[in-house]
């Protein structure tokens, strides 16, 4: 398709919306010293439509289980619907924190012009009322039956409709008019907006929007298609936590989703926003991203094309839900233990302490591990057992803080993996039923970037 | 404190099946054609037998649960029969059964058989093991060469041992085996190969090609055992007597896949094993004392640790004792001398017994061909599991007197 250029951001084979949203949400709490009360979370491609995504987030992140959650979908407005889901939860329950987060996995048939439009992506932010870094205005919203594409339940790919249509129905007519509303409602001059929003699903349809608001050239955004593609769901809130990377204190931003009518949604960055931490987010992401010019890998990832997975990928791999729950902490909060007795940090949780000269039994606190910093004791790389992405790497991943397992080591090029690496711990896909449909989630370790170590 | 089983109990006979793709063959048949053998080469009846042991690991793809299928096959007189599991050690842990059967008085003569039928399994390599409902939730999507390959990276990592140093010691070490599996009728794989072949061969789990791996074969061996005074009163002479000097097994808590002290770079559970088999077979110096080993060489890397980790070679030194050809026929203590693992593929429930099945054959001079000079002690050793968390077993064998 002609208007593709540059880059489009693309799933491994072990990630999902979730996975996604985890590792968006993990960099947003990295400097909390509170815990969200609630879970929004918005995709219309969560991995389960019957099981609480959210609360998989929510483990993964090891909230406390008082935690409310919820999944927002069924439209490309389900990122800014978990946003202001999120924004009214903390305006009725003033001293509690919301965590949102958006995530998408969009996958598109083979050779379709959505396969370059199309990117994975996933943002997070933390709402509350203390220590705000960008105010929320107010806003409006629009619903109307507009249907530029559509997928219908249970179907893999979205159907497309013609892009005239949708530039000069909905990006001429009802879209520009909900901006303006809304700057409207807030009294807001268009030409006091410093940064534009939206979400747009074809190039330039920011910028007819803006010209015909009245809001200035230089404050619409670059909508991130030559650079992630379009990442549905999760694209407005990836372009508001692009756009406060950068914010000076005092800006006026509007936010725009769109998916079978709009939601403007509009900020301003407060002082505060000068002294937040730095923190991994999309200009880090983009930058720390690994190439991949492998179609076929590309095509193999997203399931697209049937493969011959071999006799190992026939393997039986029903999971005991009884045996899932009863070790949920462990299995999707990584939370091993800590003996009370000697100290020895230990994963799994043991009934007794694994220090050969402690061995104490039963006095157990709770350690996470998912964020203490780790290296590779022993590694392999396996041609002969299955994955999607031959050859396996696992290894004895070693914990400074003590306590090892052996773990998938995940994001590896071949021939790079040695003893001694550092990793970080990431939320990742660990294997899927095809037969029951089911996802297993699990932590892997991941190479540390250069800047983190 | 106990006296161990040294010299507490004899070798009455033994048996060995063809080892291979036994594509004409079921399990049952398997262990007829072991047990015919041991019971010829016992000189008794099958009534005379007051207990037995059935070592078999992959019960699902293999014979099914239970005991049955051994009592069923081989006629038993209804006496008991137990079936064992223990990963990689279960044919040592079914003789292990039936020698301390005999040693507490429980009866006079008592059958150990191993057998494992992999070949109906569809798989090039071993199938996987089940391994509960918790492990497949967190655990890697692991392989056998992949678990083993790690103690290559952890080896090379503590010793600073270049891959190509450490990649030409492990073609050694199968090149030797092939060269004397290449000399054993009963060996799956009997053909020579060379060095290079086996450096050049298909990388499986880096730095392990496909040479450095053991074969995968259907096989079955027995053993039957008895005190040496009732082996004495059925004929046999105490000079060419087989007694057990020691059986030991040791298996891991955790401490080496939980616990920030194991590097990886050896197996702990061989090292334990290994002092208390000495200890209890009365052996102070195994280079000096020990005439010959077998170990689970399932892949050569394993095979060049086990010789540290049983004191035969000393740490960091087995590359060099490998290249002396310390290990080979003709060297100081011949290792896998009937071609082991590699040549006899691995038949889980089966290996055990067909190592200690070797050192009989040697023991007795009977190996033929490949037959040692006067040899004195035969060591076996077994390692199930994984490097991390395994289970090991040693048995001792030797001459009577």
Redesign the interface.
């Known amino acids: 398709m002609a208007q593709a250029r540059g880059e489009r951001a693309m799933a491994g084979w072990d990630e999902d919306s979730l996975t996604m949203a985890v590792e968006a949400a993990r960099h947003a709490l990295a400097d909390r010293q509170t815990t969200p009360g609630a879970v929004y979370f918005g995709s219309t491609t969560h991995p389960f439509a019957d099981r609480q995504n959210a609360g998989v987030v929510a483990g993964a992140l090891d909230l406390p289980e008082t935690v409310f959650t919820t999944d927002l979908g069924g439209s490309l407005k389900a990122g800014t619907a978990a946003l202001l889901a999120a924004l009214n939860h903390v305006a009725v329950q003033a001293d509690d924190e919301a965590l949102v987060v958006a995530g998408e996995h969009r996958r598109a048939r083979s050779a379709s012009a959505q396969e370059l439009m199309y990117g994975d992506a996933a943002a997070a932010f933390t709402l509350g009322s203390s220590g705000v870094i960008a105010e929320y205005l107010g806003g409006h919203s629009v619903s109307t039956d507009f249907v530029d594409h559509y997928r219908a339940a249970g179907q893999p790919f979205d159907y497309h409709w013609e892009e005239r249509w949708l530039r000069d129905e909905a990006f001429q007519k009802w879209v520009p008019a909900a901006v303006a509303a809304a700057l409207k409602k807030l009294d807001i001059e268009a030409g006091a907006v410093d940064q534009f929003l939206l979400a747009e699903p074809a190039p330039k349809l920011a910028a007819a929007v803006a010209k015909r608001v009245g809001i200035a050239d230089a404050a619409v955004t670059d909508g991130l298609l030559g650079s992630v593609g379009h990442a549905g769901a999760a694209h407005a809130p990836l372009l508001l936590a692009n756009a406060l990377e950068a914010a000076a204190p005092g800006q006026t931003l509007i936010l725009v989703s769109f998916g079978q009518g709009c939601d403007v949604l509009v900020f301003r960055t407060t002082s505060a926003i000068a002294q937040l931490a730095p923190r991994v987010a999309v200009k880090a992401c983009l930058a720390r991203r690994k190439e991949i010019t492998d179609y076929a890998k590309f095509q193999a990832f997203n399931e697209v094309v049937t493969l011959e997975k071999g006799l190992r990928a026939e393997a039986n791999p029903q999971t005991a839900l009884s045996t899932m729950y009863r070790n949920r902490r462990m299995l999707t909060g990584l939370v091993g233990g800590r003996c009370r007795k000697c100290g020895t940090a230990q994963f799994p949780p043991a009934l007794r302490c694994v220090n050969p000269g402690c061995h104490h039994a039963g006095e157990m606190d709770p350690h996470r591990f998912a964020d203490e910093p780790a290296r590779i004791k022993t590694w392999a790389s396996d041609w002969l057992t299955y994955t999607p992405e031959p050859p396996a790497h696992y290894g004895m991943i070693e914990f400074d803080c003590g306590g090892r397992f052996m773990a998938d080591i995940t994001d590896w090029d071949v021939g790079t993996v040695a003893v001694g690496e550092p990793v970080r711990m990431v939320f990742r896909v660990r294997g899927r039923d095809p037969q029951r449909g089911m996802i297993r989630y699990f932590w892997k370790a991941a190479p540390l970037a250069a800047k983190e170590a | 404190m106990a006296d161990g089983i040294r010299d507490k109990v004899a070798i009455l006979g033994m048996g060995c099946s063809q080892f291979g793709e036994r594509w004409d063959m079921g399990a049952e048949e398997l262990m007829e054609e072991a047990f015919s053998e041991a019971l010829a080469d016992a000189g008794i009846e099958t009534r005379e037998i007051g207990a037995a042991w059935l070592g078999s690991c992959m019960d699902e793809v293999n014979i099914g649960k239970s005991a049955t299928p051994a009592s069923l096959t081989l006629r038993l007189d209804n006496i008991p029969v137990t079936r064992v599991e223990n990963y990689c050690a279960t044919g040592t842990e079914a003789f292990r059964g039936a020698v301390y059967a005999v040693a507490a008085g429980a009866c006079d003569i008592a059958l150990a058989i191993g057998v494992e039928k992999l070949k109906d399994t ?2 090039g ?1 071993l199938p ?1 093991l089940e391994i509960g ?2 492990p ?8 056998a ?3 083993f ?3 290559a ?2 080896y ?2 503590r010793y600073k041992v270049p891959r190509d140093v450490l990649k030409r010691a492990l073609a050694e070490i199968s090149a030797k085996s092939h060269a004397n599996g290449a000399k054993n009728p009963k060996a799956h794989l009997r053909k020579p190969v060379s060095c290079d072949t086996i450096m050049a061969s298909p ?4 730095p392990l090609g496909l040479f450095d791996c053991c074969g995968v074969s259907d096989g079955s061996a027995a053993a039957i055992v008895t005190t040496p005074e009732i082996a004495k009163s059925l004929g046999k002479h105490p000079d060419n007597m087989v007694t057990v000097k020691a059986l030991q097994l040791a298996l891991s ?3 080496e ?5 194991w ?2 770079s050896y197996i702990l559970t061989t090292r334990k094993a290994a002092q208390r088999s000495y200890a209890e077979a009365g052996i102070g110096k195994p280079r000096e004392e020990l005439s010959m080993f077998e170990v689970h060489d399932c892949f050569s890397i394993t095979e060049l640790v086990t010789m540290e980790d049983l004191g035969l070679s000393a740490d960091g030194g087995a590359i060099k004792d490998v290249m002396d050809g310390f290990y080979n026929a003709d060297g100081k203590i011949p290792c896998q001398i009937d071609g082991g693992l590699k040549c006899f593929g691995h038949p889980i429930g089966a290996s055990g017994i067909r190592m200690v099945y070797e050192m009989y054959l040697q023991l007795q001079g009977r190996a033929g061909e490949r037959q040692l000079k006067d040899p004195r002690y035969g060591l076996t050793h077994n390692l199930g599991g ?1 490097p ?1 968390q395994n289970v090991v077993g040693i048995s001792i064998v030797g001459r009577y007197r």
Do not use: C, K, R
């Open positions: 569809g798989y390599g996987g409902t918790l497949p939730l967190w655990w890697p999507n692991l392989s060469p992949g678990v390959a790690q103690v990276s952890a090379m990592s990388m499986i789990a880096e808590n955790g401490s896949g939980g616990y920030n002290d590097d990886g994984f991390h």
